[in-house]
Each structure stands twice: as C-alpha cells, then as structure tokens.
C-alpha cells in the first residue's frame, strides 16, 4: 500500500486529477450526505411521487356510442310504462344486425356465466380475438413474419434504392517513406477522404437477384506526395451483380411459396413467406369471417323464434290466469251457500297465483329473450320500444332431399373450404421445403465499369489526355469512356453435411400434411352425422308438431264442459272434485298450448339448422359478403395489370396458373357486408290440418263436434292484473 501511495504522489498533477476523476465516478451516487440546494422565488405547492405504479386511466378522444347513451332504464316486473311495440319482421332483423355489427357477437357468451359478477362475453375478456368485419383486412395487410399479407410478401419483390455518403479525415506520422507514397518520414499525412455509393436492388419472381451499384471514392493527400499523379482523386465503378439459384430454393414455384431465398433467414422465416402462402391465410381469414356472419344471423334467427315463443307463452299463461281468476271469485261468491266450502275457495286462490306465478316468469322470459335480440341486433338495452316478431313460424312439411343435402354439405361448408386451405398450404410448403434438401448451387456473375479523375467533371478546361486520349480530369469522362472494365463470373456451392434440419423440415410438413387430410376426412364425417342428425330432428318436430295441436285441440275443448260442470253442479258428484278437474283440465289445455307453439317453433330452427349444417344459411336469407368499393385509381391500376398479364409470356419452368371458380358465388369480405331481399323461407303449399294428421302409428283424426281452433294472434302485452 506504501509503494502504491508513493507512486500516486509521484504522478503529475493532470493524472491525478484524471485518477480521482475515475475513483469517483466508481463510488455510489448516494453515499454521500445530500447537498443543501437553495433555488430562487416562491415555491409552488410540492408534487411528491412516493410510488412507481397506480392505477390509472387514458385519455383517448373516443366518443361513448349512441346505443349507450341513448339506453333508457330497462324495463322489468311491475312496470306500468306502456312501450310502443314495434313489430320486427325476421329479414329486417338480420338487416339490423348485419348493418350494425362491425364487431359480431353470438347468443351462447351473454349471460352464460352462472357466477355472479362474472361475465362470458368475449368481447369484454379476449378484446383482441373478437370477431369483426376488420379481420379479412387486417390479415390482408399484415406485415410480421408468419402474418405478412400479399401486398408484404409482394414487397419482397419491389426495387431497393440505397443512398449512402460518408466524409472523413485521418492525420497520421508516417515511419516509412515508401508506404507513405515519397513523404519524409516523420511527418504527417493528411488525409481527406469521401465515400458515395447509390444503387438499386432487385429480386425477380423466378429467384434471381440483380444490383446495380455506382460508387465514387475521394481521396486528398496533398501536394507533398510525389508519387500521386494528383493532390485529390476520383476513383470507384458502376457495377452490375447478377445472382441466380440453380438449385435449392430456384424456380418460380418456390419463390411463389416461400419468397426468395436470399432474404430468407434460417429458423425464422420458414417456407411461408411466400405470395401463395399469403393468399391462403387471407382466404383463411375470409372463413372465418364467413363463419363467423354465419353464427351471429344463426343466432339472430334463434333468438328470434325464441321470443316468438316467449310472446306466445305469455299469452296463454294470461289466459290461464283470468280463468284461474274467474273461478277464484266464483268460488268465492259460492262460499257459504253450501256449494263451495273453504279448501275450495283456497284450492282456487291457490291456482291463481300459481297461474300469476307463471305470468310472471314468462314475462321475464320474455323481457330477457327482447333484450338479448337488443344486443345481437346492436340496439340500445332499451329505446321506449318493444320488439314483437311478425313473422309466424313454418306450419308446411318440408321434405329435403338426403343426396342433394350430403353433397352441398361437403362442397359448401365453411370448416371443410378452411381445411382444404390448410391443406394446400401445407401442400405447398412440402414442395418447397423438398427443395431445400438439396446443395445450394447459385451463378453468381460481376460486371464493372471503372472511372479515375482529378474531378467528377473537367470544370478546369484543360483536358490532361491519359491512355487512349481520355481525359484524366474528370472521373464521368474516363468512366464514360468504357475502357476500364472488370467481370466476375463463376458458381457457388454450399451443402450442409446430413441436411439435418432441411430433413426435419421435410418431416414436419409432411406429417402436418397426414394429419391435415385426416382431420377433413373426420370433419366429413362429422358433417354427415350433423346432417343426419338434423333430419331425424326435422321429421321428429314436424311429427311432434301435428301430435301436440291434437292434444290442444283435445285439451281446449274439454274446458267449457268442465267449467260447465263444476259451476252448475252434478249430482252424486262432490264439487271439489269437479273444482279439481277443471282446474287440472285448464292446466293441461295451457301446457299443451304452450307445447303445441314450442314445437313448431322448433321445427322452424330445425329448418334453419339444416340450412346452417349444408352451408347454405347465408344463401338462404339471401345474405352475400362482398368486398368494400375501391377508389377509382385502384380500378383503373387493376384493369392495367390485368391488360399487362394477358401479353405475359408464360414461366418455362410452370404452366400458366388458371384461377379454378369457387364452388358458389363469393368475393373476399373487407369493409362492408351487402344484404339483398329478405330471408324467409316460403311455406310449403301443404298445410297442418289436425283433420289430415298422419304419423308412423298412422291416421290421427279428431271428432267431429271439436271446433278447429287457430293459433291466437299475438297482441299487445297485457297488464298483470290481479
């Protein structure tokens, strides 16, 4: 420690502040005691910050929807607000919810979650995996690798301008007068130097790469250096590069898949890259978008007939409950005379509000069932209006054809068309992952033009001629001339001893290939036993259907005669009975009522569900997705390519790609979806006639003295009056 202070002491004073200057730039920063800061003026009132995190909230300039702010108090149980009913038909609500649904949404997420305060929607838990009329453009015009859209794999092809222009100056001592060009040794050189270089580089479809690259070098040592023909020279060359692959990863078929090869980066990019893989995800986007248009108006039609049940539930259960009423009075006023004892009376009440009970439960349903075809349709929770469907349920048999159902099954299906994308994309990432088991054999190919100059141009006017009369002064003329020339030309060849990873590569894919096959041969299946599924439905509700009018018809007509009966009397009979039999006889008649409209209510989402199982939901209530219009200019540049691409010559290395018609009518959806007519199905000319009944047991008639009934008109939402 001794001999070290010694030595600190003995240094000059510049290095001792050097020293401490380092010594204490090594001790902490607060290990000192803090220093007394005094400041000028009053000060303001302090804003001490005692934490690193907080909850807070952004300020974005994003204003709350009118269907928010427009939501008037819901309405619920025991509410007297009269609203206005506004009577929906089916098509106008698939028009409202397509026209206003930006983001789609499905029944099953709203109030699926049985915990309280808890919610299954997703477009409050997965805001980013929502979908939404954006998602086709999103991808489209996707960018990262693995996502990129066409016009970024399209980019990889586009012409790379480069510009660079670099000054600089270095004073050295030279030790030697030789290399130093004749200066004396010892002294300094100067040298003043510029670098500009400026090229365009460009990949072709086919897998070659062409630069062409000018550079012009400066360079100053002065007047001192006898050696140098000048103080100052120009120096550089406009050269071309070619480069072409001629084995792995050459062709235009593997530039289509996977994008050119020198821009690939191994382990990252993959064989995806390419503009055909591109397309594919796109087109796999639109299928999913397509689904998912599909499930949001399979709900809406759901949802629909839904309530439509729910408004038929409530007036049957009105119904019932003024007869229970009725009957509680008549029991009541009776009471006493010796007809009506007291159980009677309270057997009565007791049917009464079980029947007020059920009023108000199909009420709620039916508050519920409005206010959840509010949200798929985007609506306002609640706007002084009342929804009532208009449309009535199919009664006709409708008698599809089994082969001709199988098969738009199989072609028109959105889960199979996406699999078969998944397919051809992994098809085609196979071929070109096969191409990269082979060496990498590429032509690689220089040609220069040299130029040398006291100045870019002769601005002296004195010409100083070089060999073959070039003027010397100006580097443009010498380069200009063509005399000083160079080329390269010659092969490069590089293998990966074993191909380990490029094998690998072949592998994957074709397992993912095996696999993909497989999962579209049990989707096949799985659509089959869908679709067969949905014709024993079918067939079962229509039958279903015919078996429940009956019995409403039987049950309904036994109510005046025991209504009859147990208000006059029978005799031998103890009237408590007969209270007990009308009551169980209107119970059966508004079950079955209700029964009866459940029934065909499913047969019509039976109907539907067979449209959506064969893939033509969409089709049938005349829904077709189309893209946004462009701008006139994007027209116009289309119609040129086009009129450009019918002159190409055809690639010598692949046939001519002919863009096969898809199996139905479609464009790729991006901005706007277009609703054309309505979408309900025309009934059939048969209809149910309970007179004309037949099912597998055979022919269902009624009596002859049963009046037909007609199902009761859907009116205004009664009062639950007690």
Known sequence: ?????????????????????????????????????????????????????????????????????MSRKPRHIGDRNRDEIWDLSLSEAIHIALTNSKILRTAGEFGASSSPGSSASQVLNNANGVPGIFDPAIQDSGVLVGGRGVEAALAQFDPQFNLQTVWGSN?????????????????????????????????FAYGANFQVVQSINYQYLGPNIPTQLFPSVYTGNLQMQYTQPMWAGSGAEYTRIAGPFNTQIQGVSGVNQGVLISRIN??????????????????????????YLAYRTYDTNVEAR????????????????????????????QAFFQGRAAVEDSLQNLYSLELQLRRLLSLPSSDGRIIRPKDDPTTGEYLPDWNMCLAEALT?????????????SNE?????????????????????????????????????????GVDVQSFFATQGAANQRGFTAGFQFTMPLGFRQALSQV???????????????????????????????????????????????????QVPGRENRYRTGVPGIDTSVLLQQWLQTRTDAANAEVTFYQSV???QKSIADLHYRKGTLLEMNNVHLAESTWTPDAYQDAFRRAYARAYAIDALDADPVHAEPEPFERQGWIGGVELMGSGIPEQLPVPLDPNEIHSKSGPLSMPADVPKQEPVPVEQVPEPSP
Not at 178 to 194: H, M, P, R
Not at 513 to 535: D, I, M, P, W
């Open 1 to 69: 420690m001794s001999n070290s202070r010694i030595q600190f002491a003995t240094k000059p004073l510049w290095k001792k502040l050097i020293s401490l200057t380092l010594i204490g730039a090594m001790l902490p920063g607060c290990s000192g005691p803090d220093k007394k800061l005094t400041y000028l003026g009053d000060p303001a009132p302090l804003d001490v910050q005692d934490h690193v995190m907080e909850i807070d909230h952004p300020d974005i300039d994003e204003p709350t929807p009118e269907a928010v702010t």
């Open 171 to 203: 004073n050295t001592i030279q030790n030697n007068t030789i290399t130093s060009g004749g200066l004396v040794k010892g002294n300094v050189l100067n040298a003043d130097t510029a670098q500009f270089s400026t090229g365009i580089t460009k990949n």
């Open 282 to 307: 796109t087109d796999l986007s639109i299928a999913d978008f397509e689904m998912s248009v599909r499930n949001t108006l399979f709900d809406v039609e759901k949802t629909y007939w839904d309530l």
């Open 322 to 349: 003024n007869s229970y009423l009725r009957s509680w009075r008549f029991a009541h006023a009776n009471k006493g005379v010796g007809k009506f004892s007291d159980l009677d009376e309270l057997q009565s009440r």
């Open 412 to 424: 028109r299906r959105e889960e199979l068309r996406k699999q078969k994308w998944n397919i051809k």
């Open 428 to 468: 085609l990432q196979l071929k070109a992952a096969k191409s990269l088991i082979h060496p990498q054999l590429n032509f690689i190919s220089t040609y220069q033009i040299n130029g040398f100059g006291n100045n870019l141009f002769n601005i002296e006017g004195q010409p100083d001629n070089g060999p073959g």
């Open 507 to 557: 592998r994957n894919y074709e397992l993912r290939v095996a696999k993909a096959k497989e999962v579209l041969a049990n989707q096949e299946l799985e659509v089959c036993h869908e679709l067969s599924r949905t014709f024993q439905n079918l067939s079962w509700r229509y039958q279903q259907a015919q078996s429940n009018y009956n019995r409403w018809q039987v049950a309904e007509a």
């Open 601 to 603: 209510v499913e047969y």
